[in-house]
């Protein structure tokens, strides 16, 4: 039920940004706009909230959506503590009361009741009833609710409605351009930038394969992951399976084609 916690004052995260992204976010706080990231895994949206949160200095509530994720777990519960029955506020309640960012990663991935419980903090009303508790709390200032999702890897059972996504404003992420991932990649793993932008650029060849041998393209994250392996003094090639190519399949074919694509990048 606990939601990541990153406190006010923390350390600002290392963020490049790629457009008007940040004064999107920050007037969307101003206004008490819920706001929706839209773009593929691991390009930088979880990052960016992390960023702008420590910039402005507002404790962030970070959940990880999934199929089991309900709305009792962004809510709150009942539980036993000490032989007493207490109840105990989920991430959102708390953001609510706090005047916290609360953050859920991948929303689509979440149980279909959680969006119900969403509908009222996201338009003029900005309040959340706690059915439990009787309770219907007003957002404190300071309060703002961000989402996110993958619109290319959704299926029918596993989408945002419109009168969902109509409810908040939205930014699209994508991967950054070669220029961009190769100084964001160097900065994360502190690995040269000659050779990380030949990481960078097989990449780019991985990703291009998406939607034919692969389901999703090597994520950024992914791409410093083994940047840094690299530093560390592990062979090119053996970071490169560990990091860019194994976690994109199981099917040894196309291991195989993926390790042919590296040799005719790193030679």
């Known amino acids: ?39 593929p895994t691991g390009c930088g949206k979880t990052r960016f909230v992390a960023h702008m949160a420590a910039q402005l200095g507002r404790p962030l509530y970070t959940v990880a959506c999934h199929d089991d ?19 105990v506020d989920g991430p959102l309640t708390r953001a609510v009361r706090e005047g916290a ?6 929303v689509v ?3 279909k009741d959680v969006t119900v419980v969403l509908h009222p903090l996201t338009d003029d009303r900005r309040i959340l009833p706690v059915d439990r508790t009787g309770e219907e709390l007003e957002a404190a200032p300071g309060f703002m609710l961000v989402a996110s999702y993958n619109p290319g890897y ?7 409605k419109p009168s969902t996504r109509q409810r908040f404003l939205s930014i699209e992420f994508d991967f950054p351009s070669p220029e961009r991932e190769t100084e964001i990649v160097a900065t994360e793993s502190r690995l040269d930038p000659e050779r990380t932008a030949r990481l960078v650029r097989l990449a780019g060849k991985l990703r291009a394969l998406k939607g034919q041998d692969l389901e999703e393209g090597v ?7 083994c940047a840094t ?15 860019m ?15 042919d694509l590296v040799t005719a990048v790193f030679g």
């Open 1 to 39: 039920m606990d939601g990541n916690l990153q406190l006010k004052g923390a350390e600002v995260p290392f963020y490049l940004p790629d457009g008007d992204e940040c004064d999107v976010f920050a007037a969307a706080y101003a206004n008490g706009l819920p706001l929706l990231l839209k773009g």
């Open 69 to 87: 994720l309900a709305a009792a777990d962004l809510i709150g519960r009942y539980l036993l503590k000490g032989g007493e029955t207490v109840w």
């Open 101 to 106: 960012i609360c953050y859920l990663d991948e």
């Open 109 to 111: 991935e979440a149980r």
């Open 154 to 160: 959704q299926n029918i059972l596993k989408t945002l």
């Open 219 to 225: 994520s950024t994250r992914l791409l410093v992951y």
């Open 229 to 243: 392996l690299i530093r560390q003094g592990m062979p090119v090639e053996r970071a490169i399976l560990a990091a």
């Open 245 to 259: 190519i194994e976690p994109l399949t199981d099917d040894e074919d196309v291991k195989r084609g993926l390790l």
